[in-house]
């Protein structure tokens, strides 16, 4: 069983920044992915970037430019820099974890973006 634990979250004006960390429990040995996502109301959840272990970064047509994903294996931890933010990205946004092949999702941290 794998816990995760989102933190970072909060209001912030257009073209703030905003960095989310995700500490996973356990080691890293056997994690395939860690990644993030968000949902708005409303909207079906959507991939904003992955980060493959030991193997390259994806992201949402939306935020390549903006957003960068990271990890510290050493913390067992994934971070999400956001910058140059936009009223379209607020959202709930989850941590999420493929270990062993097993998906493990965070509660979520709420980003809202507005003036």
């Known amino acids: 069983q794998v816990q995760l634990a989102e933190s970072g979250g909060g209001l912030v004006q257009p073209g703030g920044s905003l960095r989310l960390s995700c500490a996973a429990s356990g080691s890293i040995f056997g994690t395939n992915s860690m990644a993030w996502y968000r949902q708005a109301p409303g909207n079906e959840r959507e991939l904003v970037a992955i980060l493959v272990i030991g193997g390259n970064t994806n992201y949402a047509d939306s935020v390549k430019g903006r957003f960068t994903i990271s990890g510290d294996t050493a913390k067992n931890t994934v971070y999400l820099q956001m910058n140059n933010l936009k009223p379209e990205d607020t959202a709930d946004y989850l941590c999420?974890?493929?270990?062993?092949?097993?998906?493990?999702w965070g509660r979520g941290t709420q980003v809202t973006v507005s003036s």
């Open positions: 999420n974890v493929v270990k062993y092949g097993r998906l493990y």
